[in-house]
């Protein structure tokens, strides 16, 4: 997949109380098979385009089959694609539901895009089928979670990441910090799976801002804004892989601002990274480095 864009119209119509947690059991402990990691920037495009209302990229996703970018902006009540071609425009009409949104998912299996809303505290499915019809689940009001209502009412530190687990199509989604949680839901959206506390696992300062599920690796990327940075956690190995984010700006290095969402490509070999930062906002890819992926070829 190659980072090129170009704008098009919008295209209506078609395109908390820690004591009540269990531990890290599902994601933590044991061995893992993953190697030596390491990230190495490749290339970006800009991914500011105000004249279709995206100008705040908070969220993005990759089609399974690599086909194209799903991506939200926290401003703009709508989805957004940008395809390989370059061509980018709105998915669909403006939907008073899709409110700050700071997380997509695509679920080819389901048919549908999820998203999740911080300040409502919800994640909100999109049918891929037309008339694209949209419902919403409020994660603090699922069975077994009443008790912690209070933490996902936090609309300052909400809902930020989503992911699919496609082994059982279980769905991942954040909380952003006050406390970090990993909250797995069941693919209907009605059953609370687990709730995970990431306090312990997850460097002290950082916030979390964006999810992305490994398959390759069976593990989750954790990407963190205020840490400028993006974690690899293994699901049977408790040592992360912690990697600061930098970009070139010609031959300068530098540091990536406000870096919001992130996604994997299909063969896992790219990390793809947005950043919400104004005129400045991008899309960037990263090559993953993997030794123990490299010697089995």
Do not use: C
């Amino acid at each position: 997949m190659t980072l090129a864009r170009r704008a098009t119209r919008p295209k209506t119509g078609m395109w908390p109380r820690l004591t009540a947690l269990a531990g890290l059991s599902v994601w933590l402990g044991g061995t893992t098979a993953v190697g030596a990691l390491d990230l190495e920037y490749r290339s970006h495009i800009p991914l500011y385009v105000p004249e279709i209302g995206l100008t705040e990229p908070s969220g993005l996703s990759i089609d399974p089959d690599g086909s194209g970018f799903w991506i939200v902006s926290d401003n703009a009540r709508t989805v957004f694609r940008l395809d390989k071609s370059g061509d980018i425009g709105a998915y669909l009409g403006q939907d008073d539901r899709l409110q700050d949104l700071e997380g997509i998912a695509v679920d080819a299996a389901n048919r549908r895009l999820l998203v999740v809303s911080e300040n409502t505290g919800r994640v909100i499915t999109v049918s891929l089928n037309k008339p694209h019809r949209i419902h919403d689940v409020e994660v603090g009001a699922l069975e077994k979670l009443t008790g912690l209502a209070d933490a996902f009412d936090d609309n300052e530190n909400g809902l930020e990441g989503i992911t699919l687990a496609p082994d059982h199509g279980g769905v991942l989604v954040a909380k952003e910090k006050n406390p970090r949680l990993l909250v797995e839901i069941g693919s209907s959206l009605e059953r609370l799976v687990s709730v995970d506390n990431l306090e312990a696992v997850l460097p002290k300062e950082e916030d979390i801002s964006g999810l992305a599920f490994d398959p390759v690796r069976d593990g989750l990327w954790i990407l963190s804004d205020i840490g400028k940075s993006v974690h690899f956690v293994p699901k049977l190995d408790g040592n992360l892989r912690s990697f600061k984010l930098h970009w070139l700006d010609g031959d300068h290095r530098r540091r990536l601002d406000n870096p919001e969402g992130v996604a994997l490509s299909p063969d896992g070999r790219s990390l793809f990274v947005v950043t919400d930062d104004d005129e400045n906002s991008r899309l960037l890819q990263y090559d993953i480095i993997d030794a123990k992926a490299a010697d089995s070829h």
